[in-house]
């Protein structure tokens, strides 16, 4: 048996056996989706805090990492170079896997998979292996950050229950912010790849949507303008969808403004495998190869302690970014909180109307040492700095200890984007065909609020965006935060109604925004004409009929009530003909394969 695998084999076996020994830890034994035996444990804390027990229910799961898929265009030196980042990381020896922790006081579901040998036996009491040599290079004794990495609780995503249909006549109107975060698919995806249905939680259903682009016309003035279309349901003869469609203003590379870019590197000890730190760096690398001449870049790196790697430089000096982004290592705990604060203390000395100023976190979200260990108090550490027009990308990577529902409240509420990368084929797509949409804001604080009228529409859900709700009361306050829009961006939202029959519009659309740098919004108002409402689902456009298939696929994945029955066989028909050669579609379509089997595997394993 090859060496890393009896390594992963030794620390799935060590973690299970300390568990079972630990007080008020409950074990029992079950399959999991993707068909290997699991061992599923809750912890929970005598006592908690109130605004501990106030927060959402967050599942995690602990997962074998995996190396990142290879991209067919990735050039040779770039092959070569995240090669030999590759080879080196995976030399490094293996790390024990410790036993989670109460993830301090709020109750966590957690799963850890028991991989297999090849003979089927599993690998569940073996011996421990010596912890690894000491790091070089040490945080001196006497400070607080110089801790070891603590125990991973494994990967973990925050739970949202799916909308669920609501009475016209009791409440017409649907408000929600712009969400244009794309993590959630990336991860989706990964899972699928390796065989794996994705947790439920990991799945939501507007991040799966607007990872696609779609065939908007852009605003022939303003900073966007919104397509609407609807057509009958594949699935529910009494049923239609609706899409509401907003497409942001495309700036080009040449006329955005200059940025400034501080990117917020985790260098610790998590963060050593092939697709986290190595996949990290080439990440950056492209990003800044993708910079223009007016551009800047500083780099800050986090572990047991947070470090200046490189001041403020030119985008154009290519050799010393390189050698400072070369030189980064990982080892020791995660001070992401510490970081985040001298990441934005630098960023903020750049911002003004005329330059962006945004801070670039690449981690796979465990923070759990030093202070502000939480998304609120990372927020709270650095609000200030936020009001002063900093924006944020969050860039996820990794499995085994990736905080998903870190990641997308720093974003949500840092005014900016999370995205997840898995390849370097996922890097190019992010830092170098999404990079000025990723980096320049054109509107802030966005709002969608749909009016149906209860003459036409009876019932009506939103697929999708619960954790970008907001009260109908509160569209028109300009205090409650909302989403942000990037140049050529666009958001896509898709409803499932219930007609009367009727044969009048269906109702209004107003979106509500702020200029990237303004305190008070404007608002436009779009009627849902009867006219835009096909009669046949054939008849709908192709981005209609993919958004559709995408939707459906990602609200069967995480179980929705309301999508119980639907036959994802209809949904690959869809998708396949609605690719239009479009690469990213072609491999959606596959992955509907994926998921039948999967599920069908599933199903059958639980009786259904």
Known sequence: MPSSKLNRLTRWGSAALALGLVPGCSTSQHRSTGGSLTQSMEWQSESSSPQEQAEAPVVAEAVAS??????????????????????????????????????????????????????????????????????????????????????????????????????????????????????????????????????????????????????????????????????????????????????????????????????????????????????????????????????????????????????PTAATDLERIYKAIDSLESGGGTSMGTGMEL??????????????????????????????????????????????????????????????????????????????????????????QQLTGTLEVIAKDVKIQVEFDPKVVSRYRLVGYENRDIADKDFRNDKVDAGEIGAGHSVTAMYEVELTGEKAPLGTVRIRAKAPNGTEAAEQAFPFEQKMMRASLDTASADFRFALSVAATADVLRGSPNAQGWNLATVQKLAEGATEGQADREEFAKLVVKTRGLMGNAMARDGR
């Open 343 to 432: 990441a934005y203390k630098h960023a903020v000395k750049k911002v003004s109307g005329n330059v962006v100023s945004r801070v670039v976190v690449l981690t796979d979200g465990d923070a759990n040492i030093g202070p502000n260990l939480s998304a609120d108090a990372m927020l709270n550490s650095i609000q200030g700095y936020v009001k002063e027009g900093v924006t944020l990308s969050a860039i996820g990577f990794g499995m085994g200890n990736y905080r998903d529902d870190l990641m997308e409240k720093l974003a949500d509420k840092g005014n900016g984007n999370c995205f997840y990368i898995d390849s370097y084929k996922e890097a190019k797509k992010v830092f170098e």
């Open 66 to 311: 995996a190396p990142p898929e290879a991209a067919p265009e990735q050039d040779a030196d770039d092959a070569q170079r995240f090669g030999a980042a590759k080879r080196k990381a995976e030399a490094a020896p293996a790390k024990s896997m410790p036993a989670p922790s109460t993830a301090g006081g709020v109750v966590v579901a957690r799963e850890m998979a028991i991989r297999a040998g090849p003979s089927g036996a599993v690998a569940a009491g073996a011996p421990t292996p010596p912890p690894p040599p000491p790091a070089a290079k040490r945080v001196p004794p006497a400070s607080p950050l110089s801790q070891p990495e603590p125990p991973s609780p494994g990967n973990t995503f925050a739970e949202h229950a799916p909308n669920a249909f609501t009475e016209t006549a009791v409440d017409r109107f649907s408000t929600f912010a712009v969400d244009v975060d794309t993590a959630s698919y990336a991860v989706s995806r990964r899972y699928l790849n390796q065989g794996a249905l994705p947790p439920r939680p990991a799945v939501r259903v507007e991040e799966f949507v607007n990872y696609f682009k779609y065939r908007y016309a852009p605003p022939e003035q303003g900073a966007f303008t919104v397509h609407l279309e609807g057509a009958p349901s594949p699935f529910n003869a009494n049923r239609h969808f609706v899409r509401v469609g907003v497409q942001g203003k495309v700036v080009s590379r040449s006329q955005r403004k200059p940025a400034h870019l501080v990117f917020l590197v985790d260098t610790s000890g998590s963060m050593s495998q092939p697709d986290k730190l190595p996949l990290a760096k080439e990440a950056m690398k492209i990003a800044v190869k993708n910079l223009n001449e007016n551009d800047t870049v500083a780099i800050v790196t986090y572990a047991g302690s947070t470090r200046d790697v490189l001041s």
